[in-house]
């Protein structure tokens, strides 16, 4: 697929001229590398909408007096179910973020240039090119549906010009390539200028083909597509350091792939009992060690931990280290097993800790201590008294994500009402933030909310009965070296940076 952009606008397909970008006015405030999460730190950079044609997506500002073509624009009351994003990813450098939803499109942002008229309007992104990755497939042997659904993607380091990225739906892993065209040859001596092929009888003098100029274009091809190895649902992949190879984690298997090999995987994990009614436990995420090719740690709906180094055997059903945190029985109740399942583990930068999200809370484990870990954080502790309800609804399901800023000094997770959560490990400080589209002018300065719990209201709180359980924050991503974040809130996705004074 090519995609075009020209001049700061953009064009479809056809290459019609659709309009202005809508990027927000004014010069953002220069970039903090230094971590906080203080009170009203954090500014709206822009609100981008992913696009309901594959040919578009736009920045829209909420006050903008200038025309654009609003037959090409989302409006939020008319998002589908396949607008919803899925999941969110800056590259290793941050220049791009890659944004999969559910209808199986990958849209890839470019970060602005610097310019030296505005030094500091940087942190802004625009579209960079727009894919379809995956289409619905059925499973005719099963008789079973296989939905579009990006649930994860993981780029690769760049090795050269172009940019290579992994997605993955629910059975099939797709390696991406997406590069730039700015030239095409011209003077072939075997086909005409409109790219047929000429008669050799015909050809009488021989020409040397050139490189003209042309528009750039930004191409998505699929270089490998690694299919049929997974019997139940991919919940996660992780790219080795050693950029060799990478594995896909179902419910039961984990599987691990080489780039260059697409027919055939080795199974590095398998904890499927022989009789399936003894099923006590599922996978629900994996991931490699930034550093050590041979290590690479998976979570289970039981809310455990297990390390595993494929040094010690092929098959690494045996365990080197396993993290788990003694039950409080006080706390015991019809929900606990639920609440205690680990949607998200994430390895620190530094390899040293590992991050993990459960219903309630976010833990942090010293990879040298196995029996608690170091740091818990209450998200939305306020909702144990509403456990009841959420079962009822199925939120008590929803699957969260928790991220690392680029110092492992911050993480952040998100919550319902559309709100997202940050704790500074130093000075154990911790902020509720909200992404919304009614308080979301450009440049605007996020201010916290805060959550209250029976008694008397003040006038900057909301009480936990009014919050929009439809409304949550379930996939954030931090650039990897500036304090700039993306929170995906249902088919918007907001891009905050820290604000310095």
Known sequence: MVLQPSEGHYRDWNHRRLGPWCSPTGSPAPLSCETGCGEGSWILVCRLLVPTQVSLLSMEEDIDTRKINNSFLRDHSYATEADI???????????????GDKGGRVVIFQREQESKNQVHRRGEYNVYSTFQSHEPEFDYLKSLEIEEK??????????????????????????WKVSERDKRPEGYNLKDEEGRLRDPATITTL??????????????????????????????????????????????????WNFEITNQS?????????????????????????????????????????????????LCDRHTKFFEEPEDPSNRSFFSEIISSISDVKFSHSGRYIMTRDYLTVKVWDLNMENRPIETYQVHDYLRSKLCSLYENDCIF????????????VIMTGSYNNFFRMFDRNTKRDVTLEASRENSKPRAILKPRKVCVGGKRRK???????????????????????NIIAVAAT???YIFQDKVN
């Open 491 to 493: 088919n918007n996705l």
């Open 266 to 314: 080795f199974n590095i994990v398998d904890i499927k009992p022989a009789n399936m009614e003894e099923l006590t436990e599922v996978i629900t995420a994996a991931e490699f060690h930034p550093h050590h090719c041979n290590t690479f740690v998976y979570s289970s709906s039981k809310g455990t931990i297990r390390l595993c180094d494929m040094r010690a055997s092929a």
């Open 150 to 175: 990006i649930n994860k993607i993981r780029w690769l380091p760049q090795q050269n010009a172009a940019y290579f990225l992994l997605s993955t739906n629910d059975k099939t892993v797709k390696l």
């Open 460 to 482: 900057d709180e909301i009480s936990v009965d009014s919050l929009d359980f439809s409304k949550k924050i379930l996939h954030t991503a931090w650039h990897p070296s500036e």
């Open 207 to 256: 020409r040397v083909p050139v490189l003209r100029p042309m528009d750039l274009m930004v191409e998505a091809a699929p270089r490998r597509v690694f299919a049929n190895a997974h019997t139940y649902h991919i919940n996660s992949i992780s790219v080795n350091s050693d950029y060799e190879t990478y594995m896909s984690a179902d419910d039961l298997r984990i599987n691990l």
């Open 398 to 409: 929803d699957k969260f994500e928790c991220v690392w800023n680029g110092s492992d000094s």
């Open 85 to 99: 994003i899925s999941t969110v990813e800056f590259n290793h450098t941050g220049e791009l973020l890659a944004t």
